[in-house]
């Protein structure tokens, strides 16, 4: 995040940007609050990206009164940008997704019918329209897309502490790595998630709850079970 790209309007360059450095887990943990509500809908790297960027603009703007603390100003700014922007596409996302979904059905009636899926006339013919129309479609739902666990892992990521071998030993060994990915894809969506939210977004298990719109107990639970997968498939050498 260059702070630099933003006019400073007579406040410290350096004082801002250590507001925005200092800040941006706090810019990150309400994206991943206000994405959890609408996470089929919009991708989070964009809501992260937006929140930052709100961040840098409270920095800026901040003037230290006393009546409140920067992280509480920002809080409400980061949260205010984001909503703006859901307001503004929420209703284009929906129609996206309707249509990804008549794709998807239209896919796989094309398929059993013995004929290409990856045919655009045959699949634009199933749903009713012009190709030039399925290939507006498609560019439509296309940020509408499903997030793979290739995007969410991270090599420097602690995804589980236990007894055995540990993700940082494992990477240390090429062979021990491999596995470790391979048993991370093999996790389902909701338990990826769940261990992505705590070990690398840090957030606490009320948060997550939050995001997943579930209590803290079943938070609780799908983390011991997601864990517990992890270690008995990485046991199984």
Known sequence: MNVRSYPVSGVDAREIGERVRSHMPLARKIAWQVHGRVRD???IDDMIQIGMTALVEAAQRFQDTGEATFG?????RIRGALVDH?????ALTRTAVERRNRIAAAVKSVEAKGRNPNDPECVAAELGITVGEFHSWRNQIAPVGQRSLDEIYDDHSVWFADDGPTPESALL????????VANLKKLDERDALVLQLYFVEELNLEEIGEVLGVTVGRVSQLK??????????MSEG
């Open 72 to 76: 509480a100003y920002a809080s409400v």
């Open 41 to 43: 809908l919009f991708e």
């Open 173 to 180: 060994d090429d062979e021990l790595r491999t596995r470790l």
């Open 224 to 233: 011991k079970a997601a864990l517990g997968k992890l270690r008995e498939w």
């Open 86 to 90: 859901l307001r503004g596409h929420l």
